[in-house]
């Protein structure tokens, strides 16, 4: 447009000299050079003006948006495909604007299909944009075209290089927001005024303020703290540890991890033997699959602890994503009242049910019947 513009401007002025020409040759009359002077001043003028109104036309159609990082990124005014850096972007993009997924990091599980939407299932697949297990489909992407590509998660030391390297790479904007269990309801907001659809952003974050705040009025009133032993793998000898992202939500109802063990990043978590958990003797014992479940309620060796003797064993429930983790997102928002509710029953006092169909129809965008609340919470 910039181009035509300037075109015209450059046919005036050579109309423009080509009368002052003729005019001076067929009437035997001298055009004042002021007249020539004046009339270039106004054609460069108002060339200038073109090219700056065509400028502000291309700014108005895009707007600098500064991330959690403090990054400040030049975004579409108005943003209508994202692209997830990976699953945990993934599960918190879903939760607030699904139909602006350009496409998924992964796919659903089979399991998690029965509580989200079929239209969704077949969204191009783009990967994981970085870290270990980097795996972009970078074909996939740029057929897809998205306004922005999001990070979300926890800050790294290196976040900012992170994404100005996949943004430099990419040639498309990259943005982080910072989303842990305390900042989850910052970074709802923070996508509230990514995209403008603020009153949906207000919903999701009041939700997350408010259910942390229930744990922590529950953490007050313990008088003692139980032990919670989170059995991962297949054998139930791996755990997430005391101090683990993935165990965040044993510490936030105010009970003790059982596993103080070196903590380790991997999804594989710390080995541990079944002496240890002998000593440890924790109050109760979460699975993280049926299998699990099912190996520790049954097998001898097992039953010589307190917890599965006591019938203080509970399958972790994980459909569409973990209560407890897997990714280390949102879905922690309801293993906090449903591992509330196990520990301390006396402090939650909640229909866990209830809950679980308050938080997927806000989160999941899915309305739960009975049976389905009980299949998930079995």
Not at 259 to 265: D, L, N, P, T
Not at 346 to 358: A, H, L, P, R, S
Request: glycine share 8%; net charge negative; charged share 25%.
């Amino acid at each position: 447009m910039k181009k035509t513009r300037r075109g015209l401007v450059l046919a005036a002025f050579l109309a423009v000299a080509v009368l002052a020409n003729g005019c001076q040759k067929g009437s035997g009359q001298e055009i004042p050079d002021s007249l020539a002077e004046s009339t270039a001043a106004g054609i460069a003028e108002t060339q200038a003006e073109t090219e700056k109104a065509g400028e502000s036309g291309a700014q108005s159609d895009s707007r600098v948006f500064t991330d959690s990082a403090g990054r400040e990124v030049t975004l579409p005014k108005e943003i209508n495909k994202i692209a997830p850096s990976g699953p945990l972007a993934q599960i918190v993009l879903y939760t607030f604007c699904p139909d602006k997924l350009s496409g998924l990091a992964s796919d659903f599980s089979e399991g998690a299909k029965q509580y989200i939407d079929e239209k969704y299932w077949s969204l191009p697949k783009f990967g994981q944009f970085y870290g270990k297990n980097a795996n972009l489909n970078m074909e996939a992407l740029i057929a897809e075209s998205p306004d922005v590509i999001i990070d979300i998660g926890e800050a790294k030391k290196t976040v900012k290089e992170d994404m100005d390297s996949l943004q430099e790479q990419l040639n498309m904007p990259v943005i982080f927001i910072e989303a842990d269990l305390d900042t989850m309801s910052s970074a709802y907001e923070k996508l509230g005024e990514l995209t403008g659809d603020t009153d949906q952003a207000k919903k999701l974050a009041d939700y997350c303020n408010i259910t942390l705040k229930r744990s922590e009025t529950a953490r007050e009133q313990l008088a003692e703290k139980k032990s919670v032993y989170f059995a991962i793998g297949d054998d139930g000898l791996h755990t997430n540890a005391e101090g683990s992202i993935h165990a965040r939500v044993i510490e936030q109802i105010g009970a003790e991890n059982a596993a103080k063990v070196e903590m380790v990043s991997s999804g594989g978590g710390s080995e541990v033997s079944f002496e240890q958990l002998l000593l440890w003797q924790p109050d109760i014992i979460i699975a993280d699959s049926e299998a699990l479940y099912q190996t520790i309620t049954t097998d001898k060796v097992w039953g010589e602890l307190h917890a599965v003797k006591e019938g203080k064993v509970y399958q972790i429930p994980s459909v569409p994503y973990s209560f407890m983790s897997s990714p280390p997102s949102v879905n922690r928002m309801i293993g906090i009242l449903w591992l509330g509710n196990l520990v301390y029953p006396e402090q939650y006092n909640i229909d866990i049910k209830q809950e679980v169909k308050d938080f997927y129809e806000l989160f999941y965008h899915v309305t739960l019947d009975d049976t389905q609340v009980e299949k998930i919470i079995k």
